[in-house]
């Protein structure tokens, strides 16, 4: 039997790696990195590699399932949409369409298809509450750019002559850029490493040990230093920035000294770093995807770096931050003028998402339906998501789910989330079917496209999203929204407007080339005109307009009371390659490799609680406590504790609250908890 090889992409993260995909009689037997890829360049993490057995796991949802005196029974696709169109239809006579949510995760918001058929199908309902993933990752650095230079610049780590790495471990989370920084020390750059773990990368440049949550206090620091040593960009702040007078005031009260007791840093280092910031011939901040945005102060965090690049004069330049163009797709969002929920509480956080699509602040959710205040929520839909498990509260969030009347997840496997559904839907992997690999261009800055080839036929019951939505949409009478009657059509529509014929994707297409000329037409899209160090958008909405340093609000000087009962520092969420988020624990060719999830502290800090390297503690903050083994390791810094969040047998979101949260985006705080642990 022959073997065909397609050229193709993994899309088990949002990284999208290319993959040679082997093919013999119609059944996906072996894939490897593409080599000419240039996301990735023929590097797989485990989980790429192990692509074949994820496909083919014997958990895999085959058929459409109805809950029935506490169990599953397998139906139809005919009575699973016309259960669901009925109940909807119900749903929105009684109580209006925006008595459903429709609810999208991290594979939601990365894959176009996914991400635009809900947002199809809730248009076409009526409903203005579509709640995304963004409101716990991404969408908050995004805003604080866009908030700053009008415009959403990306690292240019390549060109580089000073990195740094601040709050990110790309070797656990983001492989591709780990390899991409890896070449530009090869090739002269200097790193800066700014993390309370010394991860793989902290070995090859300076190391600032951070305490968790105290980011903001260092940008600002080093911001004071750049100014009183005159190392800023003098011209490039006179021509193109608006509010620096008021920024040198305002860093005034960030002395190194003063900064260096709030992050544990010595003063020496947080100066150093600022004078080899500021004195490289060009320099980009890498950020972490959210270990600086799940912070009280998270879009000010993101804000203070956006700022030490506009007065370094580090924008639009190669090696540091540049605007990256925009791939034209058709917009399949349908417009709806009603507000969703967390609008009034979040309302620059809504607003930044334009009125066509009006994102709420998915977190406001669980209170919503319980309380049913301002209005009942009666319904939700899942596609993509695991929000039992990824969102924070868990338990908050699994009884507000139980009450809907209506609950539909849609997955490739059962999820905690599908668990608590009343309709269960078996979703295709990426391999059975096409799609356009785009997205991922926002985070690599690599402006590249590709189509994502279908592989194998859909196994099993397994459904593609759009045509989930298509087919709920025709039988509630949307049907003049949903034409589209296969992969290729639906791929054909998104093209339309981009002039990249299928040929092209087909082949992987460059869809235009960073700008590196900051006088280039629209290059800063501010209200202003200029780079916004102080942001009247904030001011104007009773936000700070300069970054102004918060303690996370559970710790010492905050919440004395509270952090010496829990005098830990816990930070939940740390990446590890074989698995993504809440996924995958269930592959055994991945679970061997790292069975079981650990609770990493410093030897120091075992011996003071008298623990031992795998003892199991309790792990417990005022919000709950899990049971998990403890791993010492001298790379992290006394104090802290770092937890994985996905695992079910020591759900990190059990402890962690929906409040407080970020005061612009809502975000949550999920990365400095007042802790405590205790040997069982
Ligand atoms: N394998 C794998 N890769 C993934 C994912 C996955 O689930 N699995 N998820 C993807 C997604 S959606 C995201 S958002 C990204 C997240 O990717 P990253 O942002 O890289 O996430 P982490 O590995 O949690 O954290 C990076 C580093 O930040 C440090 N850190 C923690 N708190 C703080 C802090 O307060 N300040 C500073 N300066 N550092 C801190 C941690 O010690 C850690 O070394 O990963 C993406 N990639
Ligand atoms: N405590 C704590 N909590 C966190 C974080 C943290 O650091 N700490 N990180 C947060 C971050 S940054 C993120 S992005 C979120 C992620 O949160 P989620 O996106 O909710 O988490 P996942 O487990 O990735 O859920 C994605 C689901 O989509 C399914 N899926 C995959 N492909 C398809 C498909 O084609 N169709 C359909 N219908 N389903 C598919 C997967 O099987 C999986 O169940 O978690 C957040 N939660
Ligand atoms: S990093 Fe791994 S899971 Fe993510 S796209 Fe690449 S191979 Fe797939
Ligand atoms: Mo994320």
């Known amino acids: 039997m022959e073997t065909e090889v397609i050229k193709t992409s993994c899309i088990l993260c949002f990284l999208a790696c290319g993959i040679d995909a082997h093919v013999r009689d119609g059944r996906l037997v072996k894939v490897e990195g593409m080599a000419e890829n240039p996301l990735n360049k023929g590097w797989l993490c485990p989980k790429g590699q192990h692509l074949v057995d994820y496909v083919y796991s014997p958990d895999r949802l085959k058929y459409p399932l109805k809950r029935k005196n506490g169990g599953w029974k397998r139906i139809s696709w005919d009575e699973a949409l016309d259960t669901i169109a009925g109940k909807l239809q119900k749903i929105k006579d009684e109580y209006g369409a925006r008595a459903l949510a429709v609810i999208i995760g991290s594979i939601g918001a990365e894959d176009i298809e996914l991400s635009g058929f809900a947002q199809r199908f809730r248009g076409a309902y009526g409903t203005p509450n579509f709640l995304s993933v963004e409101s716990i990752c991404f969408r908050s650095r995004i805003m604080a750019r866009l908030l700053t230079f009008g415009t959403y610049p990306l690292e240019d780590p390549g060109k580089s002559r000073c990195i740094i790495l601040w709050g990110h471990n790309p070797e656990n989370s983001e492989g591709t850029i780990a390899s991409r920084i890896h070449k530009a020390l090869d090739d002269g750059s200097r ?384 990446r590890a390659l074989p698995y993504t988020h809440c996924q995958m624990r269930n592959i055994p060719q991945l679970r061997q490799l790292l069975p079981e999830p650990v609770a990493e502290i410093h030897p120091a800090t075992a011996r003071e609680y008298n623990v031992a390297d795998g003892d199991t503690v309790t792990l417990e903050t005022k919000k709950g406590r899990i049971k998990i083994k403890v791993k010492t390791t001298e790379d992290i810094v006394p104090g802290v504790v770092s937890i994985p969040h996905g695992w079910a047998q020591a759900n990190a979101n059990l402890l962690t609250s929906l409040e407080p949260n970020d005061p612009v985006t809502g975000y949550p705080e999920t990365r400095a908890l007042a802790s405590r642990i205790k040997k069982v």
């Open 191 to 574: 790193l800066i490493v700014i993390d309370p773990k010394r991860i793989p990368l902290a070995k090859r440049g300076l190391h600032l040990q951070i305490k968790p949550g105290t980011d903001c206090a260092l940008a600002l620091a080093m911001m004071n230093v750049i100014i009183a040593e005159d190392l800023y960009d003098r011209e490039f702040v006179e021509k193109y920035t608006t509010g620096f007078d008021k920024l040198v005031e305002h860093v005034r009260d960030y002395p190194p000294e003063k900064a260096g007791e709030i992050t544990w840093l010595p003063a020496t280092d947080i100066r150093r770093t600022a004078r080899i910031f500021a004195g490289a011939e060009s320099a980009c901040i890498i950020q972490g995807i959210n270990c600086l945005d799940q912070h009280i102060n998270g879009l000010q965090n993101n804000r203070a770096l956006a700022i030490l690049q506009a007065i370094t004069g580090n924008y639009d330049v190669p090696g540091a931050w540049a605007t990256n163009p925009f791939m034209r797709l058709t917009d399949l969002r349908l417009p709806i003028d009603e507000e969703p929920i967390g609008a009034d509480e979040y309302p620059i956080f809504r607003s930044f998402w334009g009125m066509t699509s009006p994102y709420g602040q998915a977190l406001a959710l669980p209170e919503v339906i319980l309380s049913e205040k301002p209005y009942p929520i009666k319904a939700i839909m899942v596609t993509g998501g695991n929000p039992a498990c990824s969102w924070p509260d868990s338990e908050k969030v699994e009884k507000a789910f139980k009450k809907a009347d209506l609950a539909v997840v849609m997955d490739v496997f059962m999820t905690r989330t599908a668990e608590l559904a009343d309709i269960v839907l078996p979703a295709c992997s990426s391999v059975e079917k096409m799609g356009i690999v785009y997205n991922y261009a926002l985070t690599s800055g690599i402006p590249y496209a590709m189509l994502r080839r279908k592989v194998i036929e859909p196994m099993w019951e397994c459904w593609p999203d759009w045509k989930f939505y298509s087919e709920l949409g025709r039988r509630m009478g949307y049907g003049e929204y949903f034409p589209w009657n296969t992969d290729e059509e639906v791929v054909e529509n998104w093209l339309q407007p981009s002039g990249i014929t299928m040929e092209q994707l087909t082949e992987g297409v460059y869809f235009g080339s960073r700008c590196y000329d900051i006088n280039a037409k629209n290059q800063i899209r501010t209200p202003s005109g200029k780079i916004e160090i102080y942001s009247q958008t904030l001011a104007d909405a009773g936000y700070d307009p300069l970054p102004v340093y918060k303690e996370p609000s559970q710790s010492l000087v905050s919440n004395p009371e509270l952090a010496s009962e829990y005098p830990l520092i816990l930070v939940t969420g740390a």
